[in-house]
Each structure stands twice: as C-alpha cells, then as structure tokens.
C-alpha cells in the first residue's frame, strides 16, 4: 500500500511561485508513475501534470505548460511541482497522486488510472 503526503502549499500573490513535494512510502517508488491534480471549489477535479517511473517523459494540462514543472527524486522518494507566474484561477487543492500502470502521454491525465491518493495541499492565489 503507498501512501503519499502533500506538503508546501500556502497563500501568495498573483506571479508568485510555490513549491509542492509530495512524499511517498509504502511502495517502490522508482516503480511508480507519480501525477498532480488540482480541484477548486464546486469544480471537478482536473489533471495538472504527470511524470514516469523513469522521469523520463512529463506531462502537462495544457493550462500549466511553461510555468510549472514536475520532477522526481527517486533517492528521496518524492515528486516536486514547482509552480512559477502563479495566477488567481490556480487556487485549489492540488493532490498527488501514483500508480504502478505504465502509464503514457494518453493516459497519464486520467485520473481514474490512479490507485494512490494524497489528502491534498491548499494553494490560494491572491489578486
């Protein structure tokens, strides 16, 4: 059983940056593809980015390309987000998430394909 923690969320203003980890045990890790996801409120929950077991290929909701990266650090066993020219409409719970799956560019943003989920970290963007 994996279990995974979210952490460094907060409040900052808008063209900000945060950094979110998101730690995992339980597992093994370099196994895992590791996915972000973020859900405001009274909306549904949508993919933000994903990453391989490898690290070697990374994935972005289409609304995030250029200002976030996703990356992984086997040794530590975490996946970091680094969210750059943070913008109000990204306010939200963001969730990590893993799977075991192979998962590809056509299925890393598909949130049923996740077996792992984190309790979640607030980010809030002010104007």
């Known amino acids: 059983q994996v279990q995974l923690v979210e952490s460094g969320g907060g409040l900052v203003q808008a063209g900000g940056s945060l950094r979110l980890s998101c730690a995992a045990s339980g597992g093994t890790f370099s196994d895992l593809t590791m996915g972000w996801f973020r859900q405001a409120p009274g909306k549904a929950r949508q993919f933000v980015a994903a990453?391989?077991?490898?690290?070697?290929?990374?994935y972005y909701a289409d609304s995030v390309k250029g200002r976030f990266t996703i990356s992984r650090g086997n040794a530590k066993n975490t996946v970091y987000l680094q969210m750059n020219s943070l913008k109000p409409e990204d306010t939200a719970l963001y969730y990590c998430?893993?799977?075991?799956?192979?998962?590809?560019?056509?299925?890393?943003?598909?949130?049923?394909?996740?077996?792992?989920w984190g309790q979640g970290t607030q980010v809030t963007v002010s104007s």
């Open positions: 990453i391989s077991w490898s690290g070697g290929s990374t």
């Open positions: 998430a893993a799977d075991y799956s192979r998962l590809g560019a056509r299925t890393m943003g598909v949130m049923a394909n996740y077996d792992y």
